[in-house]
């Protein structure tokens, strides 16, 4: 378990078959390489950035070039100048995000080992999950703000956060099927013969192994519950509005305020980027391999 | 086994069902005691705030003294009827007052109050007719939308005060329109004159040009775009449909999407304007890439403040849409008749149906109808004039009928194509005139 | 008996482990998903809330218009055009970053930041940045001596692709990376003893080993390639004409803009039934769920 923080060549999958032709300043090619993808794809977040530092009349005059005359009145407005709460929508939506990961991964991970190993209810749950993905989000939006209304459940977190579980579920028990098929079923065979109860074999040799695959699984569920849209236009008014939402009323009647929705949007980027940053240790490290390897 | 398994899953469907009978308000709301909270929603941009300044000021003061508390919700300008749908879809009861406008208060009506009984004689008659449906009102007016030709100044001065740029307009013009023309005052322009300056002001056409485009068309597939095609479609003399038939096959239905395709295919408009709509409109204008543009109403104030618009503030005038004729509509609140507390919902309406609260809405920033409060408060903002002016002079609506709202996306979505000369001007003109006329129907 | 009673533990922990999948099934996915499928058969619409049971005439309603199998094929083309290239990307990016460079961690957490950014949002961003009178690309261009027009009819489908890829190859590679950190290392070592070839290795050890993860890349992005909104809504709202209506545009428009609930709930059915075939083909293949051959 030494190989957490510093993983040794063994543990980039690929690497050993090009060991002998990897020569330390190859590496920077790679980065290189790498950073100009990076940077490529993020083209979109950067300009965001750029726009949301330039005062209203450089946005159109000044296309391309860094602000002339910087100034922080966009993100002013986005945090409390604009008469919008959202300080509030951020931790609306941090709570939206953590409670919907928290809730999936208590839910999905013994299911679907439930009912990959122990052969709970058959392939066919997972069909079905599948099949509900498959379903667009406006077909259940509105039978769950009747649902909430009733449970009073409207307006309120946990009822976005049961609305997050109910679209990321399906997501969860695929990536974890898929996962669980990856390891060896002779490690937990081993394990139960040395005594261990199917709760210890999950808890203490199947979930380390399936550690980057959790991580991976909880990182998109944060994201994509950070992003949701549609179910919080409808489930949301005013007590649980999250920051998509809140950003959205930057597009006004007389326009699109870009200054002040880019500024939105790149602040609204930082909380998943945080908790990508926290959690890509082990996702870059690859803690089940360092498991398999002892 | 598998029979089990469909055998488990219909009986879970079949109970879930039921459970759905039950559930669902089906309730017709409730007057409620007359006080306590009401919830409004609005959407960002002047009307808004404007209405935020006014809901304070009455929670401040009248509010309570009537012992109600006017709770604000902003939903963002796309998003609101999409949410409002979804509401009055479940029956909801979560919101009182609803954010609706002339041209979708007909779909709306089933699930709107009636406000017969509140005092609109301060309103300017064509606003609440067109709020009006079977008879009954179901909405207050509050601003009013319509489109103006907004050009630069500096421009169409350089041309009409020199005589080369005369005679190359001349030349243009015979070219374009098959008869020479002399430059006219934007002020008069006919279509004609807003095809043939059009190309004048394109490089396309004119590499002098000192904008690249005349125009900018607003071409997006886009319900609201419908709105300003229609300024044509009623310039040229066109209709939606006469005595309950669709009329968008006829000759000025035509034309006016030929004026469009034209526009579009000699580059006298960006090919990107095929997706353009208000923002992409502004931007065209800001940026001083084009020379004249049909924008709403509310676009003027944003270009011709310096710290918006540096380089074209100053030099944007405005004038009535060429070939006279504007679209209007009237954005208003309405009562949701699933409230669960209509009396407290209709004292805030009657409230807001006052010239003392239209007023504090003009000064916060609005524009009401209400043609005294506008001529009292003309110092507040020299478009109360142009606005009253082009109502009552320029004004046209769209026929009301419960599926308008549809009619608009319909009529954009068959002619979008056409608008920018992908589809076939005939064939396009006939599915949006099949698609009306169902509608009618 | 000593099998037995070990079975009847296995199934005992199975159901244990499972409570919180069915328990959240029952109160969360059944009601909404009935309520769903009743409102198909009903009349529910603005105009007629009496929710009347007006059987398959909303399905035949889909049908009587082009509209909707043009939107069907454009979805069609589209999602295999942008799954197709994303997870070829997708899966270079994962072997590009499948080594040690300097780096290494800053980029890899920077090549998911397009996926961090919300879709509603993204697609206001982009409208920014490609704006040709004041986006940053076309200024761009323009200062290079390119005068492209990106939203012309003739480019605007390439140019969606294109902003799709970008939007959504972090996500396969997110993935598919995750999923070789979880590879069985002594394979690859005992081969690369042999100095087999590259490509090679690639194809008959990393490939079927990976097969499940790739999978379910393929397929969690596939279900959602062919839910496409946010960002083709915002930028051409399905036109010109219906020429970019995706299938969730066309149930949107009919949900909320014809206000007809019925027939979007029937459209999302028919779109269900068409693909639900194809599911259990490639679940099959992301999980082996112990009760193959049964």
């Known amino acids: 378990m030494t190989t957490i923080t510093e993983p040794d060549t063994h543990h980039d999958a690929l690497a050993s078959v090009r060991r002998s032709r990897d020569r330390r300043p190859s ?13 490529a794809i993020n083209i979109p977040l950067l300009n965001a950035i750029l726009v949301s530092m330039k005062p209203d009349g450089e946005i159109a005059r000044n296309p391309i070039g860094l602000p002339q005359n910087a100034t922080l009145d966009h993100y002013a407005n986005v945090l409390y100048a604009s008469g919008y709460d ?39 749950i997972i069909d079905s999950a599948s099949g509900l993905r498959l379903l667009p989000a406006i077909f259940f939006v509105v039978p769950f703000f009747i649902l909430f209304s009733n449970l009073g459940l409207q307006d309120s977190i946990p009822g976005l956060i049961l609305a997050n579980t109910f679209l990321n579920l399906p997501l969860a028990i695929i990536l974890l099927a898929a996962g669980l098929r990856d390891i060896p079923t002779e490690v937990e065979e081993a394990g139960s013969v040395d005594g261990a109860g199917i709760f210890r074999t999950l808890y203490s040799i199947v979930l380390p192994m399936l550690a980057s695959t959790v991580v991976a699984v909880a990182v998109l569920v944060f994201i994509f ?70 | 086994m598998l029979s089990k398994k469909i055998g488990a899953i219909g009986a879970l469907l079949v109970s879930a069902t039921m459970l759905a009978g039950c559930a669902g308000g089906g309730s017709n709301g409730d007057d409620g005691d007359g006080t306590g909270t009401v919830k409004m929603v609005a959407w960002p941009g002047p009307e808004g705030d404007a209405m935020k300044k006014v809901v304070d000021a009455y929670n401040a003061g009248q509010g309570k003294e009537d012992d109600i508390t006017v709770d604000l919700v902003l939903l963002s300008r796309q998003d609101t009827f999409s949410k409002e749908t979804a509401l009055m879809s479940s029956k909801s009861s979560e919101v009182d007052i609803y954010w609706t406008a002339s041209y979708n208060v007909g779909q709306f009506s089933p699930s709107l109050e009636p406000l017969d009984d509140i005092d609109t004689s301060n309103y300017f008659p064509v606003a609440t007719e067109g709020l009006t449906y079977n008879d009954k009102l179901y909405a207050l007016p509050l601003d009013v939308s319509n489109h103006f030709l907004l050009y630069r100044q500096d421009l169409i001065d350089g041309l009409l005060n020199d005589p080369a740029a005369v005679e190359e307009y001349k030349a243009i013009s015979a070219d374009v329109l098959g008869e020479e023309r002399e430059p006219a005052d934007p002020q008069e322009w006919d279509l004609d004159d807003f095809k043939a300056m059009s190309a004048y002001f394109s490089t396309s056409t004119n590499p002098d040009s000192p904008t690249q485009y005349g125009t900018i068309l607003q071409a997006k597939n886009l319900l609201y775009n419908t709105m300003i095609w229609n300024d044509v479609l009623w310039g040229y003399g066109g209709n939606w449909a006469e005595d309950g038939t669709a009329t968008l ?22 090919p990107d304007s095929a997706q353009a709509e208000f923002p992409e409109t502004q931007a065209a204008l800001q940026s001083g890439n084009v020379a004249f543009a049909m924008q709403w109403s509310a676009a003027f ?3 011709n403040d310096p710290e918006q618009s540096p380089d074209v503030a100053g030099k944007i005038a405005i004038a009535p849409v060429p070939g006279g004729q504007t679209h209007v509509h009237a954005l208003s609140v309405s009562l949701n008749k699933y409230s669960k507390n209509k009396a407290a919902a209709k004292t805030l309406l009657s409230y807001l149906a006052t010239t003392d609260a239209m007023t504090a809405y003009a000064e916060a920033g609005g524009i009401p109808a209400m043609p005294d409060v506008l001529s009292a408060n003309e110092s507040l903002n020299p478009a109360f004039g142009k606005v009253s002016e082009s109502i009552s002079d320029y004004g046209y609506s769209e026929p009301v009928f419960p599926k308008t709202f549809q009619a608009y996306s319909a009529i954009a979505e068959a002619l979008s194509g056409a608008w920018v ?9 006939k599915n949006a005139n099949e698609s009306l006329q169902e509608l009618l129907d | 008996m000593a099998q037995t009673l070990a079975h009847r533990k296995k199934n005992a922990a199975a159901l244990l482990l499972s409570v919180p999948l069915v328990v959240f099934a029952l109160v969360f996915v059944a009601y909404p998903l009935a309520s769903g499928i009743a409102t198909a058969f009903t009349s529910k619409s603005l105009l007629d809330p009496t929710e009347a049971f007006n059987g398959v005439d909303n399905f035949v309603s889909i049908f009587a218009k082009p509209a909707f199998l043009n939107a069907a094929g454009f979805t069609a083309l589209f999602a295999a055009v942008v799954v197709a290239c994303e997870m070829v990307l997708g899966f270079g990016l994962a072997l590009l970053f499948d080594r040690k460079f300097p780096g290494k961690k800053l980029f890899f957490t920077l090549t998911l930041l397009p996926i961090m950014i919300a879709p509603a949002l993204l697609g206001i961003m982009f409208r920014l940045l490609l704006n040709e009178d004041i986006g940053a690309i076309p200024a761009l ?23 799709d890829i970008l939007q959504w190859t972090p996500f396969t590679f997110l993935i598919i990376y995750a999923g070789l950190q979880s590879f069985p290392r002594e394979l690859l070592e005992a081969s690369s003893v042999d100095g087999a070839h590259f490509f090679r290795q690639l194809w008959h050890i990393v490939l079927p080993v990976l097969k499940p993860v790739l999978f379910a890349a393929f397929f969690l992005r596939a279900i959602d390639a062919i839910r496409t909104f946010d960002v083709i809504y915002v930028l051409t709202a399905g036109g010109p004409g219906t020429t970019t209506t995706t299938l969730s545009i066309y149930i949107y428009k009919v949900a909320f803009e014809q206000g007809d609930f019925g027939k979007a709930a029937a459209a999302s059915l028919v779109v269900l039934i068409c693909l639900l075939p194809f599911v259990p083909f490639i679940v099959k293949r992301i999980a082996s769920t112990g009760m193959e051959g049964k």
Do not use: H
């Open chain 1, 27 to 39: 590496r920077w090619l790679f980065t290189l390489l790498i950073g100009a993808i990076a940077i």
């Open chain 2, 421 to 429: 000369g992908q589809t076939p001007v005939d064939e396009a003109v």
């Open chain 1, 86 to 124: 959202f300080p509030k929508f951020f931790v609306n939506s941090a709570a939206i995000a953590i409670g919907t990961v928290i809730l999936v991964l208590v839910i999905a991970v013994p299911a679907t080992y439930a009912i990959v190993r122990l052969g709970f209810g058959g392939r066919w």
């Open chain 2, 301 to 303: 104030a944003a270009l």
């Open chain 2, 249 to 270: 096959d006829s000759e000025e239905g035509k034309k006016a999407v030929q004026l469009y395709a034209d526009i579009y295919t000699n580059k006298w408009t960006s």
């Open chain 1, 225 to 294: 519950s950070w992003n949701d849209y549609l179910f919080a236009l409808v489930l949301s008014s005013s007590n649980a509005t999250p920051v998509t939402l809140g950003a959205s009323n930057f597009v006004t009647s007389t326009g699109i305020r870009w200054g002040d929705i880019s500024a939105a949007s790149f602040l609204s980027t930082l909380p998943p980027l945080l908790f990508a940053v926290f959690a890509q240790r082990y996702l870059v490290s690859g803690l089940s391999a360092g498991a398999v390897k002892g």
């Open chain 3, 141 to 163: 261009l323009q200062s290079v001596g390119l005068s492209v027009s990106l939203f012309s009819p003739s480019s605007v489908i390439p140019l969606l692709v294109v902003l």
